[in-house]
């Protein structure tokens, strides 16, 4: 059972060289969805993120991030506005610590189509770092049919165990917001939705001698809204996420059930917003996804759980991954002058 299992872990490990990380809060690691979101929603957000996957199999996958992305001040009866931003991630997979690091910067420039609704465009730009550690691993070439012996050769030739590479992307995001007609309406509307590709110029990242295995792009398209229920306190968010690298694809659709806890005093400010959500999520082909999250005032707090359903069910008992973010957002989003135009 334990050479099975350092088996499916190799697999995965493996498979992991060609494609990207990924958090199953989407939505909350944006620019690493699409660099347009950049400034697309509000006008300031700071985001940190932590995934921990695979714990009960082996060494786990750990993956820890976070961005920032404002608007630059907008020009008085202008057309748009520019944004940027930044982001930064560390990745660690499996038994061969395989770390990869990013940081990219986002510039965006958002057209306004009415006082609802933008359409935005950006370019990603930045650094990556790879690196292996070949003697942490344990490879086919070393699996003598009862186990594993270290002493053997790898039967992999590897060129570097570390190396460097400029990456390339680019998006585009339409969002519109309506905003509530009158105070405790909760009859607001949001949607964004957005086209990306990454590594568009297709990095080497192979660690072998002659190897040809350069970065596939990653094309990334989504869709997430927040619908009002009107009178009430609750609010329904879905979204569907697509991500297709190679040969790899993606799906995880789903929705939050947003309740509106403490609402905050509009004139004195001294009682603060408070709402929870609970959301349901399926990743197509892998993993039922538990989400809760807690807003109070311009911060946020969530936590994400992956029930494994896949091939790898056996090793890992139907444990996948734990995952958290905290957020803070400017303007505060319960207020209804948060508008799309900055005023």
Same mark, same amino acid.
Do not use: C
């Given at each position: 059972?334990?050479?099975?299992? @350092?088996?499916?872990?190799?697999?995965?490990?493996?498979?992991? $060289? /060609?494609?990207?990380?990924?958090?199953?809060?989407?939505?909350? @690691?944006?620019? %690493?969805?699409?660099?347009?979101?950049?400034?697309?929603?509000?006008?300031?957000?700071?985001?940190?993120?932590?995934?921990?996957?695979?714990?009960?199999?082996?060494?786990?996958?750990?993956?820890? &991030? *976070?961005?920032?992305? $404002?608007?630059?001040?907008?020009?008085?009866?202008?057309?748009?506005? !520019?944004?940027?931003?930044?982001? #930064?991630?560390?990745?660690?997979? *499996?038994?061969?610590?395989?770390?990869?690091?990013?940081?990219?910067? @986002? +510039?965006?420039?958002?057209? =306004?189509?009415?006082? %609802?609704?933008?359409?935005?465009?950006?370019?990603?730009?930045?650094? /990556?770092?790879?690196?292996?550690?070949?003697?942490?691993?344990? $490879?086919?070439?070393?699996?003598?049919?009862?186990?594993?012996?270290?002493? +053997?050769?790898?039967?992999?030739?590897?060129?570097?165990?570390? =190396?460097?590479?400029?990456?390339? &992307?680019? /998006?585009?995001?339409?969002?519109?917001?309506?905003?509530?007609?009158?105070?405790?309406?909760?009859?607001?509307?949001?949607?964004?939705?957005?086209?990306?590709? =990454?590594?568009?110029?297709?990095?080497?990242?192979? =660690?072998?001698?002659?190897?040809?295995?350069?970065?596939?792009?990653?094309?990334?398209?989504?869709?997430?809204?927040?619908?009002?229920?009107?009178?009430?306190?609750?609010?329904?968010?879905?979204?569907?996420?697509?991500?297709?690298?190679?040969?790899?694809?993606?799906?995880? &659709?789903?929705?939050?059930?947003?309740?509106?806890?403490?609402?905050?005093?509009?004139?004195?400010?001294?009682?603060?917003?408070?709402?929870? @959500? !609970?959301?349901?999520?399926?990743?197509?082909?892998?993993?039922?996804?538990?989400?809760?999250?807690?807003?109070?005032?311009?911060?946020? !707090?969530? #936590?994400?759980?992956?029930?494994?359903?896949?091939?790898?069910?056996?090793?890992?008992?139907?444990?996948?991954?734990?995952?958290?973010?905290?957020?803070?957002? +400017?303007?505060?989003?319960? &207020?209804?002058?948060?508008?799309?135009?900055?005023?």
């Amino acid at each position: 059972m334990k050479a099975i299992t @350092s088996m499916l872990l190799i697999a995965a490990t493996l498979m992991s $060289w /060609g494609q990207d990380i990924h958090f199953s809060q989407m939505r909350f @690691s944006p620019l %690493n969805l699409n660099p347009a979101l950049a400034g697309a929603e509000q006008n300031l957000q700071a985001v940190i993120n932590y995934r921990n996957q695979w714990n009960s199999v082996a060494f786990p996958f750990q993956t820890i &991030g *976070g961005s920032v992305d $404002w608007r630059f001040k907008e020009k008085q009866g202008g057309n748009g506005f !520019l944004a940027g931003g930044v982001n #930064v991630f560390n990745d660690q997979a *499996g038994d061969v610590r395989m770390t990869t690091t990013n940081v990219n910067l @986002s +510039l965006a420039y958002h057209l =306004f189509i009415d006082r %609802n609704s933008t359409i935005g465009m950006a370019i990603q730009g930045g650094f /990556g770092q790879r690196g292996i550690d070949p003697a942490a691993g344990l $490879w086919e070439s070393q699996y003598i049919g009862t186990g594993f012996n270290a002493g +053997l050769s790898t039967g992999e030739s590897f060129a570097t165990s570390n =190396f460097t590479h400029f990456d390339a &992307g680019a /998006g585009i995001v339409y969002h519109y917001k309506k905003n509530e007609k009158y105070m405790r309406g909760n009859d607001q509307f949001k949607l964004t939705a957005g086209l990306a590709a =990454f590594h568009v110029n297709r990095p080497s990242s192979s =660690f072998l001698a002659g190897g040809e295995d350069d970065l596939a792009v990653r094309f990334s398209a989504f869709v997430n809204a927040d619908y009002g229920i009107r009178n009430s306190n609750f609010s329904l968010v879905p979204a569907i996420y697509y991500n297709r690298q190679g040969p790899h694809q993606e799906i995880l &659709g789903g929705t939050y059930v947003r309740v509106i806890v403490t609402e905050g005093s509009k004139v004195t400010g001294f009682i603060q917003e408070l709402a929870t @959500s !609970l959301g349901a999520f399926y990743r197509v082909g892998d993993a039922f996804v538990a989400k809760f999250m807690m807003e109070y005032s311009s911060y946020s !707090l969530g #936590v994400a759980y992956d029930f494994n359903v896949s091939s790898l069910t056996e090793a890992s008992r139907g444990r996948g991954g734990i995952e958290f973010f905290l957020r803070f957002v +400017l303007p505060n989003p319960f &207020g209804a002058a948060s508008r799309t135009r900055i005023n």
